[in-house]
């Protein structure tokens, strides 16, 4: 279910044009991006599996990666960071 949705933010985010740059800020406006990093750190953190689970498959992480990789396109924001970071 997780990379179904992560898949549909990624084509949001990659339309092209002004629909394509709109989509992007709103994601980035509903901390996305923070909330993506926080799924891969307690993922990369949690030696249980428990979120492993969550994540699932290598396919979801790499679908992950690539919607942060478009969301941020070489410009992160301070406001991106998830607190504490």
Excluded: C
């Excluded at 092209?16 to 406006?29: A, C, E, P, V």
């Excluded at 891969?40 to 979120?51: D, F, I, K, R």
């Amino acid at each position: 279910m997780l990379k179904i949705l992560f898949d549909l933010f990624y084509r949001m985010a990659a339309e092209s044009g002004t629909d394509g740059r709109s989509n992007t800020r709103y994601l980035r406006d509903l901390n996305l991006v923070g909330r993506l990093l926080q799924i891969l750190h307690h993922e990369s953190n949690n030696s249980s599996g428990v979120v492993m689970t969550i994540l699932g498959a290598s396919a979801r992480k790499k679908t992950l990666w690539n919607l942060l990789g478009w969301l941020l396109h070489n410009n992160p924001r301070p406001v991106d960071l998830p607190p504490g970071q």
